[in-house]
């Protein structure tokens, strides 16, 4: 069955250092995969979006890498601050259907200033 | 631009009542609006799919009598959930997008607590 993974346990990292966070998948063919952000009682906002042809996409402090022979995403925020505490949900649209992305759980962020 | 609201932001009902809750993109017509649902530290399970002025399509296993759609415009989408049980409390999200663009735009949610 398809899967898509994402570590359940809370990432705790110290302010200014490189979060990374991982996604995996399997059973998949994406077309492309989409990184959001949600904030706790609030809909998730999209942040980043990536092509399977596409092996790094960067967005200021952002950086998703996708590794489609892996069959994995890495997240990374550069120089983290307090306020990119949040859980980070990874999403992947299947290749040559419909375009509705499938979520993973995600994975909560905590950085101590 | 492309702002997606959510009324109510919350709601406690009691068992056996219906809620409708309203999905309204601010700023641009939605092609499609989604109605998704979350439980705590779980991740979003869409219910059904909506295109304005036709029936919405359910996921597998989400009674569409039960949870009812409007797609009355290209603004506006309606969850309505009949005769509420306490297994129905749950985070329900809307989400739209433009002409299928590769991006969906969340609304701010819907807490709904059944007692």
């Known amino acids: 069955s398809q899967k898509i993974e994402q570590n359940s346990e809370a990432l705790n990292i110290q302010e200014g250092k490189t979060a990374t966070l991982t996604c995996n998948y399997t059973?998949?063919?994406?077309?492309?995969l989409q990184w959001y952000r949600q904030d706790p009682g609030r809909g998730p906002v999209f942040l980043l979006l990536?092509?399977?042809?596409?092996k790094e996409k960067r967005k200021e402090r952002l950086k998703v890498t996708f590794d489609t022979t892996l069959k994995q995403s890495l997240f990374h925020i550069t120089a983290s601050q307090p306020a990119d505490s949040a859980t980070y949900l990874c999403?992947?649209?299947?290749?040559?259907?419909?375009?509705?992305?499938?979520f993973g759980r995600g994975t909560s962020l905590i950085v101590h200033p | 631009g492309a702002v997606v609201s959510q009324h109510p932001s919350w709601v406690i009902c009691k068992s056996g009542t219906s809620v409708k809750i309203e999905c309204r993109s601010l700023?641009?017509?939605?092609?499609?609006m989604f109605w998704y649902r979350q439980f705590p530290k779980q991740s979003l399970m869409l219910m059904a799919t909506?295109?304005?002025?036709?029936?919405?399509?359910?996921e597998q296993g989400v009674e569409k009598d039960k949870f009812l759609i409007n797609h009355a415009s290209l603004t506006l989408s309606t969850l309505t959930v009949t005769s509420a049980h306490p297994e129905d409390s749950s985070f329900y999200i809307c989400?739209?997008?433009?002409?299928?663009?590769?991006?969906?735009?969340f609304g701010p949610g819907t807490r709904l607590t059944v007692t």
């Open positions: 909506s295109n304005e002025g036709s029936k919405a399509t359910y």
């Open positions: 989400s739209a997008d433009r002409d299928r663009a590769y991006e969906q735009y």
């Open positions: 999403a992947l649209v299947a290749a040559g259907g419909s375009y509705i992305p499938t």
């Open positions: 059973n998949y063919s994406p077309a492309y």
């Open positions: 990536i092509r399977e042809n596409e």
């Open positions: 700023d641009f017509q939605a092609t499609t």
